[in-house]
Structures are given as C-alpha cells and as structure tokens.
C-alpha cells in the first residue's frame, strides 16, 4: 500500500499468450475435456506456470497475477470442474506465492495479485445468474486466492458493474467471516466504442465503485493504450484511489493477433508515466517477458500519481450526473411512484411492467436528470414487482436511480440492480438513530448517497418548519453520519422540507420563507452537503394556475 506512492509498480504479462507459445495438447489439460481450461494447467502442469510467472520476474515484474482469470465454479462448470474449484484457485495462487517468494528481496519485493475476471456472465447484459449467486462465486474465490497466499485481490477486465458490486460485496462477506483483509484492486475494460459493454464509462465506473476504499481502480484489455488516453486522463482527475493501466498489445488483427512491438508499448505507455497517470502498469492480451521487461525499464526512476481525490457530489446509472452550479437545479422524475401516480400503480397492478418502464423514459425526454422509482403498495409483493420492474427500467433508461421505500429488504433488493451509485430516500431521526443504524450499511455496502429528511423525534414538532430548527436537524444528523456511520459529506442530500403556504394554517405562516432561508444556513454550514426539495408542496391546496405561478417563484 505504500510503495505505489514512492515508484510506479510493474504488473506482469499475458498468462493466456504466455501458454499458447508453448503448444500444449489435450495430455498437457488432463485429457481432451478439459483442453482450453488454463485454470487447470495450476493441477497439471504446474511446472508450466511457475515458469511462465518465472519469467516474468526475470523481466522485471513487481506483481505477479495468479492463473485464475475463470477458476470460480461458474466458469470451471464448462469443464466439469466445479467441484474441484476451491482446490484450483488455492494451488494457483500458491505457485505464484511460491514463485515470488523465491526472488523477493527487500530492496524489491514482489507480490501476488489474485487475478479474479468477470465470469460467463455480464448480469445486465447476458443474465442467467442473479446476483446472489455472483457474490457467492465471487466469495469463494476469493477464499482460494487468500488461502493460497495472495497479496491483493484484483478483480479484472470487468464489463459490467454490477457483477463487480457482486465481487466487492463476495469479497467483504469473506473479510469479515475470516477477519483477514488484503487490498483490493479493480480493473475495468473500456470497448473501442468509449464505454464498457454493460455501458458505463471509466469516470462512471470509478464513481460507482468508489466506496469500496480500492487500492487502485483501472483500465485493461480492451484496446492498446493509444486507445485508453482520454480514459486514463479521466481517472487520473478523480480518482481517491491508485490508477492502474495494463493495455493489450495493441488491438487485435482480423485473425486475432496482437502485433504491437514491446517497444512500441512501453514508449506509448511512456506518455501515461510523462503525465504523471500511473502507479500500476503491466501488459494484458498478446504481451509477452519481453513486453513486461521493456515497461520495467522505462517506468525505472519515473514518479508514481499522486492520488487526486475530487470531492464531487456525483451519482451514475449507467450514465454519470454531478450536482453542481453548472447544472442546478437536477431535476427527480417522479412518476414512476405508485404513490403519486394512478396510471404507474395501475400498470404495476396488472403487472404491465414494459409499458410501466416507459413512464421513466418519457421522463428524462422531459428533462429528467434523476428517476424516483417506488413500488410499495400494501397490496402486492414489492420484492417481486422490484425483480420484474427494475429488470425492464435499468435497460431503459441510463440516468441514475432513486431508490424510495422504506422497507429495508427493498431497499437492498433494488441495489443489486443498480449498475451505479443511486440515491436512497430517504433517512430521518424521526425514531431515533434506529433508521440510520439500519439504512447507512446498505448504503456503505453498495455505494449510495442518501436523502435525510430535517425530521427528528420531538414530540411537539417532528417536522422542522423554522430555518433554525432545520439547520439543528441538519447538523446533527450530518455529525452522526459522518462520524458514526462513516457516510461521506458529499453523498449526504437534505430535504430541509417544504410545507404549504397557502392553507391559511398559522403553523405555516411564513414557512416558504424559512425553507429558503434555512437551505441558507444549511449550505452555509455544510457546504459539501447538497439539497432537495419537493417543490410542488408549496403551493398545495391552490388552484391551478395559482400553483404553477407559485411553484415557479418559489422555485427561482
């Protein structure tokens, strides 16, 4: 964890090029089913792999990547091997162990890296699996690279994020059951076209996966680095964690051959060290020993990035939307709401869940930066019309997602669907911390931000209606989540609440004037913090017109 501050790391190269250059047969596999399974070649010949990750040392490299890209029971099922999953994982990431230790030195150490790929199945793009099962596929994994000596966990060449969510969350369960935690390093792969295929792009990825305090967030496979400049310029601007680059060499011709010199890598690889982008860089699909020795030598002496770190309020779907001046006010869509509208509750009912997901793309057509989806209703199973609406709207619409119920167990089953970083409403002390205690390690564990209400448990007036009385609310509830729950400022939203003016009720005299103002002191005392109010409250029980007049200097 500290090395990568004082040199840029060398990740070695391609384990599957490595192999084809040694013309194995169905004997090398263990027969002819299980040809092709490279995983297994840790149980057959493992006298193949220690020399492969021998000659990588030899080059100059400072992390080795077990062979275990597809060792996870999914992917080893192909083979018949699922079985024996743990048992490959484990010895796989053992020869690495072995192979480094041989060499380490304390002037150069070298280290294990549990190499961890996307399985067979990009969730949001091919299903076939839930994500339930993913996090277990991922945990026991995770299990075996541990138990075999690895030094980090590196989930690779991922596609879609929420398979990774699956793999950090796998990840997690196994630290805490275990008690024994390594770092973690994730990796995405970004298609010619700008995105990864499940749509995100590398800025949307790092936002959505920030929370899982990463040793370093990166680019791989994919393209050569000619390709990954834009990208790596991104993540250089925001990331907290290291940046990490292992290009293929070069993009593949139409036989599937990687032609890019190892001089012609490192040199461009060299623009990335120049720019100060860089503390992990290796080679992936078609690099070679000779590959990894030439970017050896040219990071030699090079000085590593230093993490940025931009505190930004920002939330993804597939797409990324910040909150800032820029573009305020962001605007929620909130017709997908069983609660407030009769023609989406009518749909979900008859369980017309196609055309009800329609309601949320006609909203961002109207200028909706944000989709408020609730699905509760007393009368129906809302953990299955989750499942069945959330599986149609996420391949809808790429806007980010507002999570809105109160039950806990909906909560978390509509965060498995979200690909990025959604927002929870919402969170208030109205019952003492009891809502916090419960809601703020889901949000942690998925990496959401949440919307508090200036609600809390006094009995004469719960809902805070001076500017004093909200801000009050505010500070203490930013104290608590901050300090307690360990929620970032940033990922913090207040309602400071917007009650009816025009009713003619005393109590609410003047209570659009002390909304304004105690946003006011909110924004004053928290300024990291951000804001969200229901407008429309404003001006209920008036005629139409007078609404809309209202709404909209109320607004301004």
């Known amino acids: 964890q500290e090395l990568p501050r004082e040199r840029i790391l060398c990740i070695d190269g391609a384990m599957g090029t490595a192999l084809q250059a040694r013309d194995l047969t169905a004997k090398d596999f263990g027969g002819v089913e299980y040809e092709g399974c490279n995983e297994y070649l840790a149980i057959t010949r493992p006298d193949v792999i220690l020399d492969i990750h021998n000659k990588y040392l030899e080059a100059g490299a400072d992390i080795l990547e077990t062979d275990t890209f597809g060792s996870t029971a999914l992917v080893l099922a192909e083979y018949g091997l699922q079985n024996r999953a743990y048992e490959i994982t484990k010895r796989a990431a053992g020869l690495a162990r072995q192979a480094a230790d041989a060499v380490s030195t304390s002037k150069k150490p070298r280290f294990v890296a549990g190499s961890m790929g996307p399985t067979t199945k990009a969730i949001s793009v091919t299903g076939g699996i839930t994500f339930e099962q993913l996090i277990g596929h991922f945990k026991e994994q995770a299990r075996g690279l541990g138990d075999g000596g690895a030094d980090a966990l590196l989930l690779e060449t991922a596609q879609d994020t929420r398979n990774v969510k699956a793999g950090l969350i796998g990840i997690q369960d196994l630290f805490r059951e275990t008690g024994i935690r390594v770092p973690v390093m994730v990796s995405c792969t970004i298609e ?116 940025k770190c931009a ?157 004093e009385r909200k801000l009050e609310i505010a500070a203490r509830s930013h104290r608590l989540l901050t300090e307690k729950y360990g929620i970032a400022e940033e990922d913090i939203i207040f309602d400071p609440l917007v009650f009816p003016c025009g009713t003619g009720d005393k109590n609410y005299v003047g209570s659009a004037v002390e909304t304004i103002e105690g946003i006011r002191l909110i924004k004053q005392k928290l300024p990291r913090c951000k804001t969200v109010l229901g407008i429309s409250n404003v001006s209920f029980g008036l005629p139409l017109a007078g609404r809309e007049v209202l709404n909209s200097v109320f607004l301004y």
Request: with cysteine; hydrophobic share 35%.
């Open 311 to 467: 505190r930004k309020t920002v939330f993804t779907g597939i797409d990324l939307v910040e909150a800032n001046d820029d573009n305020r006010p962001l605007i929620v869509g909130e017709r997908t709401n069983e609660v407030g509208s009769r023609l989406f509750k009518q749909l979900i009912t008859d369980e017309k869940y196609e055309e009800a997901s329609e309601i949320a793309r006609r909203q961002i057509k109207h200028g909706a930066h944000i989709i408020d989806i609730n699905l509760q209703n007393a009368d129906r199973d809302e953990i299955r019309d989750i499942d069945a609406f959330y599986d149609k709207v996420i391949r809808k619409v790429k806007v980010p997602l507002m999570i809105d119920t109160t039950h806990l167990a909906s909560i978390e089953r509509s965060l498995t669907y979200c690909q990025g970083k959604s927002i929870i409403n919402s969170i208030n002390l109205e019952d003492g911390e009891e809502k916090f205690a419960q809601v703020c390690p889901l949000a942690r564990k998925y990496g959401a931000a949440l919307v508090v209400g200036c609600i809390d448990e006094d009995k004469v007036q719960a809902q805070a209606i001076t500017r």
């Open 192 to 307: 010619p076209m700008g995105t990864m295929l499940a749509g995100q792009t590398a800025e949307a990825f790092e936002a959505s996966v920030r929370h899982a305090s990463l040793l370093s967030v990166g680019l791989n496979c994919a393209t050569g680095p000619e390709f990954m400049t834009d990208h790596m310029r991104s993540l250089d601007e925001v990331a907290c964690a290291y940046v990490s680059c292992v290009p293929n060499a070069g993009l593949p011709d139409e036989e599937g051959h990687y032609l890019e010199s190892p001089e012609k890598l490192a040199a461009s690889l060299e623009r990335f060290a120049n720019h100060g982008w860089l503390n992990f860089v290796g080679g992936c699909c078609g690099t070679n020993e000779k590959h990894i020795r030439a970017i050896a030598q040219m990071i030699d002496g090079k000085k590593p990035r230093v993490p």
